[in-house]
Nanobody
């Protein structure tokens, strides 16, 4: 069974930080492009961050994420992380991780990904 499971979400005060995890199983994701998206209630799903496969670790961030978000991965553990600093109430959303078996030309777009997790809720209060 191929599975992505997000964890680490919760209720956090504005200004704090949070590290989300995405545990992948069922196959080797070490060479996959991994992405994080988020979706707030009543909003479209929004790209947050992506990281290339292998050991290169090239990263890309969405406009709302750059400067505050850091994506990383531990291929030995088949896990990708998203560190969010300086949390804002606008960061409140369900955060999803995704994986693509192939190189993607537009990692910002959700249709480039093959696998998705169920999401983890992040709620930021002020």
């Amino acid at each position: 069974q191929v599975q992505l499971v997000e964890s680490g979400g919760g209720l956090v005060q504005a200004g704090g930080s949070l590290r989300l995890s995405c545990a992948a199983s069922g196959r080797d994701f070490s060479d996959d492009v991994m992405g994080w998206f988020r979706q707030a209630p009543g909003k479209e799903r929004e790209f947050a961050a992506a990281i290339t496969g292998g050991s290169g670790g090239a990263t890309l961030y969405g406009d709302s994420a750059k400067g505050r978000f850091t994506i990383s991965r531990d291929n030995a553990k088949n896990t990708v992380f998203l560190l969010i600093n300086s949390l804002k109430p606008d960061d409140t959303a369900v955060y999803y991780c995704a994986a693509s078996e192939r190189l993607v030309s537009r990692p910002q777009t959700e249709y480039e990904y093959d696998y998705w997790g169920q999401g983890t809720q992040v709620t930021v209060f002020s």
